[in-house]
């Protein structure tokens, strides 16, 4: 049952939302357009709001089946509850990986950020709402995307050591920085942009602009 559901979990992280949805829906390949990135930003910024937010939603959904599909393993018994947080961590890498490296679109994916959004939302909720609230005042103040994604992926880990977020396995924060390396090395190319002032801005009301 376990390794059936890891490779559930990343067929599950693999579905290209935005390169599906452009090419089905608009003869599109996100890929070959704007960031060329396969993600909900990209989404947004070539084919406009609606495409955007519903590859967004189905991403961030990815991420939390997949993490949430752990339960399973409690409920037939298959691992000790007190390790739940273990595979629920490895199930959403495995949707996030999968994301990064989609099997059907030859490993060529996102950056990940949407489904690492679901992952958290599902393992610790009020700290998810968080880096989505820092996520958003990042986005609103400086209109860069990988900007806000960046800041909110490193907020979380940083949340988590505050006495108040404090989760019951600590493995929950050693996770967060890794997440957030992880975040930084598929932003790397923004993160080049961004230093030469060339990273594309969100145009807030009509979606992104080149
Ligand atoms: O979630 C991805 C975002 O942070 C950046 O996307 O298309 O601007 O490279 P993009």
Not at 86 to 109: D, W
Not at 129 to 145: A, E, G, Q
Request: net charge positive; aromatic share 10%; glycine share 10%.
């Amino acid at each position: 049952l376990i390794a059936a559901l890891f490779i559930i979990a990343y067929l599950i992280g693999s579905i290209s939302t935005a390169v599906w949805i452009g090419k089905a829906y608009y003869g599109v390949d996100i890929r070959q357009h704007g960031s060329g990135n396969s993600g909900a930003t990209n989404t947004f910024r070539v084919l406009g709001k609606k495409p955007g937010t519903i590859v967004m939603l189905i991403d961030i959904f990815k991420g939390w089946v997949a993490t949430s599909l752990a339960a399973l393993l409690v409920i037939f018994n298959a691992v000790p509850a007190d390790d739940l947080i273990f595979y629920q961590l490895a199930m959403g890498a495995l949707a996030v990986v999968g994301h990064i490296f989609p099997v059907y679109e030859r490993f060529k994916g996102g950056k990940g950020v949407a489904t690492l959004l679901g992952m958290m939302l599902a393992i610790h909720l009020e700290v998810a709402l968080m880096c989505m609230i820092i996520f958003v005042i990042v986005l609103f103040t400086s209109r860069y995307v990988s900007l806000g994604s960046m800041i909110a992926a490193l907020a979380f880990p940083i949340l988590l050591l505050l006495p108040r977020f404090h989760p019951d396995n600590p493995i929950l924060i050693i996770f967060g920085f890794v997440v957030f390396a992880v975040v930084v090395l598929t932003h790397r190319k923004n993160i080049n942009r961004l230093i030469n002032g060339e990273e594309s801005k969100a145009n807030i009301k009509l979606g992104l602009r080149k």
